[in-house]
C-alpha cells in the first residue's frame, strides 16, 4: 500500500497515512478538536509530492536506448 500525503483546507493541518486507493479520504483531527461543534468534520485533499522513484541500470533513456544504431545487422 503507497503512502499517501494529505493537507487540510481549512487550517493547513498536513499528515501522511497508508491506505488503499480506494480508501476513502481522511478526516482533519486538528479540525474537529478546535471547534466546539463537533460535528464539523473537514475532509482532507490528497497532497501531491515528490516521488523518490529514480530509474538506475543500463539501457534507460538517458543511456542511449532511444537512439538509432546503424552498422550493426
Not at 30 to 58: A, P, Q, W
Request: hydrophobic content about 25%.
Amino acid at each position: 500500500m503507497p503512502i499517501y500525503e494529505w493537507v487540510c483546507p481549512r487550517c493547513g493541518h498536513e499528515e501522511e497515512t497508508l491506505q488503499r486507493i480506494n480508501d476513502p479520504a481522511p478526516t482533519c483531527l486538528n479540525c474537529v478538536y478546535s471547534h466546539k461543534d463537533k460535528n464539523i468534520l473537514e475532509t482532507m485533499n490528497r497532497k501531491i509530492s515528490k516521488s523518490s522513484f529514480t530509474l538506475k541500470g543500463g539501457g534507460w533513456f538517458k543511456d542511449g536506448y532511444s537512439k538509432s544504431q546503424t552498422g550493426k545487422g
